[in-house]
């Protein structure tokens, strides 16, 4: 069974940060490219990161908007991937996501959330002014 679950959310004061994980089991994790995702109430998923261990090095890539306070890495012996959210403002307040999707597919959607093929269930990040 496929699984993606995320853990690290909850409530943080503005300026604060937060590590947010996603445990992969159930696939093969290298086949895979691993992105993050948030939906604020009232509002559109959207992409924030993705990460593909088989890009030799560990290939990553960001929506504009988020390079700077947002960093994506994994721990390829552990199926895990990270979201490292520094200097965190009110807005950046949503339920965050982790997927899996296959490399060309998104490449091509992303930072659309249309390419991925599995989700988890996500993580309440709650940022307080």
């Known amino acids: 069974e496929v699984q993606l679950v995320e853990s690290g959310g909850g409530l943080v004061q503005a300026g604060g940060s937060l590590r947010l994980s996603c445990a992969a089991s159930?696939?093969?994790?290298?086949?895979?490219?691993i992105c993050w995702f948030r939906q604020a109430p009232g509002k559109e998923r959207e992409g924030i990161s993705c990460i593909s261990s088989s890009d030799g090095d560990g290939g990553t890539y960001y929506t504009d908007s988020r390079k700077g306070r947002f960093a994506i890495s994994s721990d390829n012996a552990k199926n895990t991937v990270f979201l490292l959210m520094s200097r965190l403002k009110p807005e950046d307040t949503a339920v965050y996501y982790c997927a899996a999707g296959l490399s060309g597919t998104v490449v091509a959607t992303f930072p659309g959330w249309h390419g991925m093929d599995y989700w988890g269930r996500g993580t309440l990040v709650t940022v307080s002014s």
């Open positions: 159930g696939f093969i994790f290298d086949d895979y490219v």
